[in-house]
């Protein structure tokens, strides 16, 4: 045979689930029996450490014929070099206890050559010392099997069936007295649509044996379905007694623990403190993602079995810290400083208590603990600024007052005495509105914010006038703010002088007051003037309309051009006091709309119609996209007048040639505009002016001769009042300079 290393890294990757995971007892051992790993499990259940490992056999936990039957297993390895199947052992541990395990080997090979055994055990001993008290002797069994307390049934083997002969009292009254009905009866007649059942009477018998089952049953007599611990026992070469104890509030009780322990689980795995388990010993028992997390282990890195002093900075600090626990059975806020895995220094916080035994005796500490390292700094960093703050208070620009919540001032720093000319010996002591510093004006309302302030209430910052000792009275500002001593309570005010900044606000307010008076002005002269001007401008325009009309064809050429240059001069000014007058309705708001149903599809038609003279003259394709009728309530004049300013200055802006679309839509409960060209474009500087007073866009330069530049630039101004009235939306997209621009407009239907 060859002589092959065991590799445990190696092994321990390929098995990773059931040496870090499993609630199984994992280990590997030689051909010959010794140990050459094992989990921390099966460490703790054989009373082992881990440095034993080399110098330990089975032979050391096994009697003559357990070692027997491990031998004949392994032999069966060695043979059919397969996984064996399932064996019961009795080992003796190193305390001197007795344990049983159910355990079945896995072959572990290396070029095809078996060289170990990965043992997978369940430790049964519960299980094994529950059996034993269930099969006590047969005489004692008999002699209680009358008055036992759990309902028992006898059968007796006869002919290949087994027939019910006998019951106890326990079982007549669950049953009400009917189970007398059926002595007599085969079992294959009573259960013959449980199989189960009928193979569990035959199993029992054949092989003479104990079977323990849990079964759902619903008994005929009560129509009730109940879980029941069923024990078949053989008690005589042709008796089976059974036992049907019923435990549907323990199965009940069982889901529920399941069901908490799962919960218990989860809430522990998902805490964003470090959980944690260990022995008295400081033996790591188990743990959650976030104690790994904290220090700096993997997430899924197994701790169990270490000794939790690797984690403490200064080990014999637990001996304290256990002293404690063992003491008061509990420990809180517990400062630790640890370490991580790498080094790494951190400060937690521990909150622990004593895990205890059915009788009481601690075996275990339980808690959790989070890391206060950041927090551990910032206490020591405040010790040290509480050392400053005195001389920080003393030598601040502020004057600060220090003031008990009965209104005593305790306590004022130096800028405080220079400020109010008193000596601290003058004011310390006394109630500070007894004191003549806070000018009379003021006192009434301090001394409301004082009571509010204490309360809890939040109070801004307010400007009082103060007088000095010599009569002087300033302005200052006063802030103030809640502060704990020693658990008692002070208000903390500081006094800003302010003086010059009032003297300044009062000049500020007399020029804004003069402001607001020329603006007044202004507004009364735009619309003045305006309203002047609409009358002789009508008479000029219609004048030279009717002359045109009437004697167009009989004016002289160039007394023909003087006519049109007065036309066109007219209707211009014209616009601009419309403008103005606009612009002054919406400075009175007196800028009203006059609602109606209107065909919108049908209006943008008739104001396209309208400007197809200059569409044409500018060589310019306008495509319109419009529902056949789409009729919303608005204001036709005022909506004519923004759609008419957005589709002029497309024209205007537009190369000849160009292309200008005009899409209209319904979204849900608004319709949209969009006039889209593909004009010069307007720049980012240009698009934070759109929309503004006399916000007129200049663009000079060569390539740009086509632009009308004409305008006052208050178009869309108004424009945006107008939808703003209408409780719309318009704005402007563009590429930039030569990329066109779109102007959207979103109107609600039910506006």
Known sequence: MINIEYNRKEVREKYKELFE???DLIYVNDLNGNFLDASDLTLIALG???EDIPNVSFIDFLDRDNLIKAYKVTKEIKKTGKQSAQSEYKLKTKMGDYIYLETYGIPLKKDGELYAVLGVAKNITERKNAVKKLTESTDMFKALFKEGSIPAYTWKKMNGDFILIDYNHAA???THGIVENFLGNKATEMYKDRLDILNDLHLCFNDKTHIRREVNYRFQYSNEEKFLLVNYSYVDPDLIVVRTE??????????????SELKYRNMVNNLDVGFYQVTLDGIMLNHNPAHNKILEYDLSESLIGKKVTDFWQYPEDRDEYKKKILRDTFVKNFICPSLTKYGKKVVVQLNSHLMLDKQGIPYGIEGTFIDITERYKLEE?????????????DNTPFSVVLINTKGIVVDMNPKATLMFAYSPEEILGRKFMDVSIIHPDYLPTILTLFKQFLKGE???RIDVQIQTKDGTTIWTNLQAALMKINDETFVQALFTDITAKKEAEFLINEEVKKLKELDKIRKNLISRVSHELKTPLVSVSGG???LLTLYGDKLKKEELEILELIEKGGKRLKHLVDNLIDISRIEYEKFKLVKEPTDFSALIREISEELMYSIRERNISLKLILPENLTIELDKVRIEQVIMNLLSNAIKNTPPKGEISVNLMEKENSVELSIKDTGI????EEMDMLFTRFGKLERYGEGYEYIDIQGTGLGLYISKEIIDSHEGEIRAESGGRNKGSTFIVKLPISC
């Open 172 to 174: 007549e009254k669950i």
């Open 21 to 23: 995971h499993s609630l």
């Open 246 to 259: 019923d435990i549907t509030e323990r199965k009940k009780a069982e889901e529920g623990l399941k069901e």
């Open 681 to 684: 474009g307007i720049s980012q």
């Open 381 to 393: 960093k405040l010790r040290e600024s509480e050392k400053k703050y005195r001389n920080l208070y």
């Open 48 to 50: 082992m450490e881990r």
């Open 458 to 460: 939040k109070i801004h």
């Open 544 to 546: 030279c309309e009717l």
